[in-house]
């Protein structure tokens, strides 16, 4: 029997790490050989959680060929693993916008839900396949992450209702109070070059000819990005330049006042079109803006279809 190798996108978040976890270890419960894997680097907060519950980072593949693939929380091709056209695809399970081709028929499941992890303990519970102490708390925290602690926009009360049930069998007693402890894990800015800030938590697109990538970084508070701005517009500018990026963004999000600062490069007036609201310096301050799957990438994808 050939291995399954479950992994997410590129620059890997909690949710992507803790899904393949998961959903490899449904698969083998299911009588299938799957391997969690990831395709880059783990940033603080999902090394937080792997810790906390003391379960082993995923096998890093740097390319997938000739394996057979499932992808889980992403579908755009610009984000899938090296080789990806040389893989075997065989499932995908995602929670954004479908942006997905394949030759042959696969099995494709995705709901608009705040984390591909709601998704995956769904499957579980359906399934009547139980679940360890470790496996709900990776569900837990990847739910809590994606959510931004059930404030992100994307939030539904489906996830909040898994998330609840999850938190009884991992033993988390205080659902927000370590929904929080996850966040603070990733908030730090202290020792990181521009570039690494930008880059940690990036994702990729491309509408017709129009080429754009966007960071995120949660904080609990803005106090280190406006001490650092002025160096990432200069690395926003350099990297758009060199990578062809028609425009190059960083989200950095307050998830104590729930609102983002945008700093950017853009090759003409891209922001101010999409979300109706002058820019000074290459910066603005978007209040309420806390999700960039449903915030952030519709208006700019609606711009450049236009």
Partial sequence: ????????????????????????????????????????????????????????????????????????????????????????IVEVIDHHKVSFESKLPIFFHTEPLGATATII??????????????????????????????????????????????????????????????????????????KDIIFADFKDFKVGKFRFGIGQVELCGLEEINEKKQEIIIELKKSAKSKKYDLLLLVATDIMKMGSLFLFWEKENYIEKAFSKKQKDNMVYLKGVMSRKKQVVPPLTKLFKS
């Avoid at 997938?64 to 693939?69: A, S, W």
């Fill in 1 to 88: 029997m050939k291995n399954i190798y479950v992994t997410g996108h590129k620059n890997p978040d909690t949710d992507t790490i803790c899904s393949a976890i998961a959903y490899a270890n449904y698969l083998n419960k299911k009588g299938k050989k799957a391997i969690a894997c990831r395709t880059g680097k783990i940033n603080p907060e999902t090394k937080f959680v792997l810790d906390y519950f003391k379960v082993k980072t995923p096998l890093l593949l740097s390319s997938v060929k000739d394996k057979k693939i499932v992808l889980v929380d992403h579908n755009e091709k610009t984000q899938t693993p090296n080789d990806i056209e040389k893989a075997e």
């Fill in 121 to 194: 303990a769904k499957k579980y519970c359906q399934n009547k396949i139980s679940f360890s102490k470790k496996i709900a708390g990776l569900l837990l925290s990847a739910i809590l992450s994606d959510t931004v602690v059930f404030r992100s926009p994307t939030t539904t009360s489906e996830d909040i209702k898994v998330a609840k049930a999850l938190a009884k069998i991992a033993k988390i007693k205080n659902i927000k109070e370590f929904g929080f402890k996850v966040k603070k894990a990733k908030s730090s800015l202290k020792g990181l070059k521009a």
